[in-house]
């Protein structure tokens, strides 16, 4: 074979996922760029300004939150993503045998350690 008939076997074995890739970007700049011409175009002051759910705000969008609904909100992330890993595992269970067993009861007691950590520095709490 020579390099012209190697690139070219190259080209149409990943044609596919590059003709996907193109028709991705395009539906996403055409769907943009027709939003933009459709869209009506009525800049009134009452359209210009803030809107929250329906009612006027009444103070600075910026206000700081406490440092608990981060940490409880990081909990929350790390504790849902330690769960979602059960699935996996229940799925090829009957193939890992013994061992698979014996990892996830680790996995599993080490989620209840840290679990039983944040429960004690009081960090479950919403006060």
């Known amino acids: 074979m020579s390099g012209f008939e190697l690139l070219l076997e190259y080209l149409t074995r990943y044609f596919p996922i590059l003709l996907f890739i193109f028709v991705a970007l395009a539906f996403g700049v055409v769907t943009l760029l027709l939003s933009y ?15 929250e759910c329906g009612s ?3 103070s600075d969008a910026r206000m700081p939150f ?9 909990l929350f992330v790390i504790f849902d993503i330690e769960v979602i890993f ?3 595992w ?8 013994l061992i698979g067993l014996i990892e996830m009861l ?10 039983i950590y944040a429960w004690r520095k ?4 919403w006060d």
């Open 66 to 74: 406490p440092v608990r609904y981060y940490i409880f909100a990081m």
């Open 122 to 125: 009081g960090a479950l709490e």
């Open 90 to 97: 229940a799925v090829v269970f009957t193939k890992i045998g």
């Open 37 to 51: 011409l459709v869209q009506p175009k009525y800049p009134e002051p009452e359209k210009l300004t803030t809107y």
């Open 56 to 58: 006027e705000p009444f």
């Open 106 to 115: 680790i996995f599993i007691a080490l989620f209840l350690v840290a679990y």
């Open 86 to 88: 059960l699935y996996p």
